[in-house]
């Protein structure tokens, strides 16, 4: 299996884009074949398919000088009382979700911007959300399921400062994960998001890339934070290649300065691994990674190993434990979404540092979010599953004002 990494010509299975032209304002629109994939989705344009050939995907990119072009094609766009969306009003498997289309947009609050989805990912918290497992501290049902975004920005609050109507922008929109969580997720047409947990869209990733990142780095970022991860120490990351560990694994080479970095994963996922940056790749169908001579000071444990991963702690060392029983020298915790994390990644993103990782059978298109489901739930995701496009309206015009 080959995910995408995205954003750098060497490494990804997409052609670039190609370069935008500096002196006029220019969206970069470029075509390319979508990986095949499994599961038959229906590529891109569920809606208006036919103005498209068929299995070509479109990405769209906007460099900063697009900005006046940008607010105009969102200015043209009216938000309406209601809205496509994701629903589940019971508790259960993929089936309880249902695709509506007279769901009431969300009202924007004061420090609140309302944006138009144009991509999503999915989460293993929303699987496990949906099930039931979070009752206790859940937002009453019907929910609309998703915490990442990426899209443009339609209206704004009365305290917003810092955004405007055209901004492109991406985040969690729940600033707790499980704790009281957005009722209105990101699954929908419309998702309403305080400002201070958006970030802009780096300049060089498409709302694809950007949607798949913020839940996931940012549960990276805060963990290493968490653990006093720094500039020389050693790591092994526990699921190196699902959506949290591919982003960890760069984030401590590349952000952090880690002295070594490992990583556990199936014989397939090995070389991609190494391609982000783990000084060791450890195959965990061959290996038992606890009985290898090797210690860290930071165990970041995200498949719930208990016991088995303390085993590789160094002595005053320390494991962050994202699911499953906690063990000494363990801590639990719940990521907090904060766009200034975004914010302080974007550089990483803009240089191509940090890659967003997407799994090769993303995307699936808006209709087809109970297939995608279904796959993040076989737990053999690489990288992130991302829905897309969402709202396909504001891609069009960019692509018409750019003919
Ligand atoms: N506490 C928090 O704030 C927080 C935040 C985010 C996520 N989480 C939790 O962290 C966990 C990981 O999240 P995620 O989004 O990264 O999940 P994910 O993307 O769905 O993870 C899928 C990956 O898990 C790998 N995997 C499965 N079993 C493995 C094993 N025994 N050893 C190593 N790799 C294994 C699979 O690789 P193979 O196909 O090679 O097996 C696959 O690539 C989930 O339980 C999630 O709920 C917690």
């Known amino acids: 299996m080959e995910a995408l990494l995205s954003s750098s010509p060497t490494l990804r299975l997409r052609p670039p884009l190609p370069p935008s032209s500096s002196s006029k304002p220019s969206l970069s629109v470029s075509t390319f ?29 906007a460099s900063s000088s697009a900005r ?10 009216t938000v309406p009382s209601q809205m496509k969306a994701w629903v589940y009003d019971e508790y259960g498997g993929v089936d309880v979700l249902k695709l509506s289309s007279n769901v009431t947009v969300p009202n924007v609050n004061d420090d609140q ?25 859940d937002s009453p049902l019907p929910t609309v399921p998703g915490y990442d975004v990426a899209g443009v920005v339609v209206k704004v609050g ?94 401590a080479k590349q952000v952090f300065g880690a002295s070594k970095v490992a990583a556990t994963t199936s014989t397939q996922k090995i ?49 962050v434990v994202l699911t499953g029983a906690v063990t000494p020298p363990g801590f639990r915790f719940v990521v907090t979404s904060t766009g200034s994390t975004l914010k302080k990644l974007n550089p990483y993103l803009e240089n191509g540092k940090v ?18 489901f279904a796959y993040l739930e076989t737990n053999r995701a690489t990288g992130k599953v991302v829905v897309y496009p969402v709202s396909e309206e504001y891609i069009l015009e960019k692509m018409a004002q750019n003919m």
């Open 158 to 251: 009365n305290q917003v400062k810092g955004l405007k109507v055209g901004d492109e922008v991406y985040g969690n929109i729940s600033e707790k994960a499980l704790d009281g969580p957005k009722q209105s997720g990101s699954l929908a047409e419309y998702t309403a998001v305080e400002e201070k947990l958006l970030a802009l869209k780096p300049k060089n990733l498409d709302f694809l890339q950007a949607a798949s990142l913020p839940l996931a780095i940012e549960t990276a970022y805060e963990g290493l934070e968490r653990a006093g991860f720094s500039e020389g120490k050693s790591i092994i990351i526990l699921n190196g290649s699902g959506g949290v560990g591919s982003l960890t694994i760069q984030l």
């Open 355 to 372: 890659k967003p990782v997407i799994d090769q059978n993303s995307p699936f298109p808006f209709d087809k979010v109970k297939e995608a």
């Open 113 to 137: 911007v309302l944006v138009k989805v144009i991509a999503a990912a999915l989460n293993p918290v929303d699987c496990k959300r949906r099930i039931g497992k979070f009752q206790a501290t």
């Open 271 to 319: 070389e991609l691994l190494k391609r982000l940056g783990a000084d060791l790749a450890i195959d965990y169908t061959k290996e038992n990674f606890e009985e290898l001579p090797d210690k860290y000071d930071v165990v970041f444990d995200a498949v719930g190993l208990g016991e088995k991963a303390g085993k590789v702690v160094k002595e005053g060392g320390i494991m």
């Open 33 to 61: 074949t979508p990986p095949s994939t499994k599961t038959k989705t229906n590529f891109p344009f569920h809606r208006k398919s036919s103005q498209f050939k068929p299995k070509r995907f479109l990405r769209v990119a």
């Open 68 to 77: 006046s072009a940008t607010e105009t094609a969102v200015d043209s766009l």
